[in-house]
């Protein structure tokens, strides 16, 4: 078991730099780089090293001084929620380690400078190679499907029962899914995480998250529990199965909604229909179905009658049955109200604007959300009728 909080060492020969503000007050067990050292890994943040664009800020690709490949997130200047984002990060990702989650090996604090070092991971994101239509694309059999929702289960069961206090991730999506060489996934951007206190069931907390994985109670009443993560593993899970985004406007529209259309095939005893035909057939059907079903357990209506995730990875690895009869429809935020969003790009990655139409779909907000509000005066990009 994993314990929070943290001792309050920092390690690092930048420790003793004056250059580096109070932030660093912020920051625990952290390893600190200079800038010099990360702008030397990346021969001085030149454009052949960048490798990808996100909502805070630019990522290269560099070599730091131990010959260790590392993924160097540069958040950008203008972003000032970012840098709560940046500590949160580091604060909820320095201690713990799990073969599915992404590793922090450091950042860097100084002038305006803040930057988070990460172990290096070749095969990108669930979204470019799965989901997306670019260059980035990949073939994924079954079997390396099924071990990548494993392993992503595996993670975020680990950070719901096994981290103290327990960690919501906030923002599970196929874009926050990083593949190493042996496409083994972990679990990336921490930045929304939150803490949940043991004595807690849940927390109030401002909505932020992915349109198209955010559980609908949380959108709505601002109220996070695990269970909000679940709904977001359920849609990641059978997007993983069929191949496709959550959202896809050129479709026709009785299949533009992937949980809709996941539920009109169950519901007719078709579910197999819905597994990607890129396989060929080639699949386990039965784990295939077990899997769809899965998903649909996860993003059901009711919190309390999703699966925790150690249930959900009991269930992915055969070791528990799949109860048809405990499946009700799914909670779909179209049902709740009508949403307007205001639409913006999703993390373009860099070099890739032709990656995915399937992309373009979804939304991303931040929402501020006070209980004592209406729903009505919720603002910033999310607004509803
Ligand atoms: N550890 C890493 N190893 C390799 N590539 C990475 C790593 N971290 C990020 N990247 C690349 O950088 C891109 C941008 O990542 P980042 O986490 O900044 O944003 P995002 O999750 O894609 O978008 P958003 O910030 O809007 O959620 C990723 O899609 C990926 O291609």
Redesign the pocket.
């Known amino acids: 078991m994993t314990c929070f909080p943290f001792c309050s060492k920092v390690t690092s020969s930048a420790r003793h730099d004056p250059e580096i503000d109070e932030d660093i007050s912020g920051i625990h067990n952290v390893k600190l780089y200079t800038y010099k050292q990360l702008r030397n890994a990346t021969e001085d943040f030149c454009l052949a090293n960048k ?9 290269y ?1 560099g070599r730091l001084k131990d010959g260790k490949f ?2 160097i ?1 540069v958040l950008s200047a203008e972003s000032r929620q970012g840098v709560k984002e940046f500590l949160t990060e580091i604060n909820v990702i320095s201690e713990i380690e799990h073969e599915n989650l ?1 590793k922090l090996y450091g950042c860097c604090v100084e002038k305006n400078n803040r930057i988070l070092v ?5 095969n ?2 669930l ?2 190679t799965l989901l997306g239509g670019g260059h ?1 694309r990949m073939y994924f059999d079954w079997k390396t499907r099924s071990r990548i929702c494993i392993g992503v289960a595996r993670g975020l069961a680990f950070l719901h029962e096994e981290v103290r206090p327990h960690i919501v991730h906030r ?1 599970i ?1 196929a ?2 899914i ?1 593949l190493d060489k042996d496409l083994t996934p ?1 679990i ?2 921490f ?1 929304l995480a939150k803490l949940i206190p043991a004595n807690m069931t849940h927390v109030s907390t401002r909505v932020a998250g ?1 349109i198209g994985y955010l559980a609908p109670e949380y959108a709505i009443g601002g109220r996070l529990t695990r269970k909000a993560d679940i709904y977001s593993f359920g849609v990641l899970l059978v997007e993983i199965v069929s191949g496709r985004c959550n959202t896809n406007s050129h479709l026709p529209i009785e299949e533009q909604f992937l949980l809709e259309r996941t539920w009109d095939l169950y519901e007719r005893k078709e579910l197999i229909g819905l597994v990607d035909t890129s396989l060929n057939g080639e699949f386990d059907a039965e784990q295939a179905s077990n899997f769809l079903k899965i998903g649909l357990l996860c993003t059901q209506e009711s919190p309390k009658l999703r699966p925790s995730m150690s249930s959900v990875v009991k269930m992915l690895t055969g070791r528990m049955d799949v109860d048809d009869s405990k499946i009700t429809k799914p909670a779909l935020i179209s049902d709740f109200m009508d949403l307007k969003v205001r639409r913006k790009q ?2 373009s ?2 070099n890739t604007s032709s990656a995915s139409e399937n992309q373009d779909t979804t939304w ?1 907000f931040t929402a501020q959300y006070d209980q004592t509000m209406q729903t009505s005066s919720v603002n910033s990009a999310l607004s509803f009728d």
């Open positions: 490798i990808g664009e996100g909502g805070f800020g630019s990522v690709k590392a993924a997130k992404v990460y172990n290096y991971l070749e990108n994101s979204s470019q980035n923002d999506k874009s926050n990083l972990k990336s951007d930045g992915t999703e993390s990655t860099y991303r």
